[in-house]
């Protein structure tokens, strides 16, 4: 495959890296980004094209949009006058209709987020491995659902769903009618009126933290629990275990919908179930000892690549990415 066609629009709509420097996310992606196409100013155009249609997912730009959203890319790549001149083609209305259309038709076929509509009027959104998206409800309300999640709900009952995997929520408060908001799980259901929680169902049990505002869960044995702001309650349905404590609100516990993890003393071992959850993959160890290596800091979560390195830094260790599975080692080097 040539240079020319590799970097073609479906090129850069499929690559994290990419997505992350196009919605500002990772700082380590954004310089990449900005550096590859000061270098490689012959993309601008595609790369205009592709990040219009990233940042406009959920809504859809104007021709006056994407006109800015170029000029704001031209201004901050500094580029000579001559290739600036030969990158910037004026374009016909048609031209650009058929240009944005045919992006439009392409998002929704490759874009690895996945949401459809069955025959039973439900709405489903799934996310693929390593991905994170914002979701904007009929009711007006927030989601954000992390990598290989899922959340559904019935068309007619948009504030009743169903969740697989995580998702961070802010629930749009209806005062008129005190509508409520419920998210149910394999464990329990979460009962809101207007707030703002985190909800993880990884590992055969439910975690709910609650940031701001009050919510009940429901449990399939009858009982209710109430949470306030600073509370996490785990519960598994399988094991019957539950955990209540209170946590610091400043705890980092869904930071991943800003695209980076964020850890402080935490084992390695914890950080990397976070990676086998997110990106489907199965970790393996050389030595017991390496489990529990602590790391502090951030390290971004949308670029498994990037990831790696940055854990690979922060421990001293060496990890292999073979076949799905990722193999922690001592570094020689350390």
Known sequence: MNKKHKFDLHYFL???SFENWAKGLNNN???YWNS???NNPEHLETVHNAKSIITGINDYPSNIDVDHA???VLDKIDIDDS???????????NTVLFSTAAAVLLILISYSSITYFNEHSTTVHKTNYGEIIDLKLPDGTSVVLNGNSEISYDNDNPRLLNLKGEAYFKVKPIPSTNAKFWVITNDLKVEVLGTQFHVNTRKQKTNVVLDEGSIHLEFKNGEVAKMIPGEMVSFSN??????????NIETPYALWRGGTYAFNEIPLKDVMTNLELTYGLEVRYSADHLKEIPISGGIPNQNL???IAAI???TGTRIINKGNILRVQENPIY
Not at 83 to 92: L, Y
């Open 14 to 16: 499929n690559d994290a």
């Open 29 to 31: 992606d954004v310089s």
């Open 36 to 38: 590859w196409i000061q």
């Open 70 to 72: 170029l000029s704001k």
């Open 83 to 93: 290739s600036t001149k030969k990158m910037k083609k004026v374009r016909s209305l």
């Open 238 to 247: 399988e094991s019957k275990k539950l955990l209540h404590k209170r946590v």
């Open 305 to 307: 690549n990037i990831c």
């Open 312 to 314: 690979e830094k922060a």
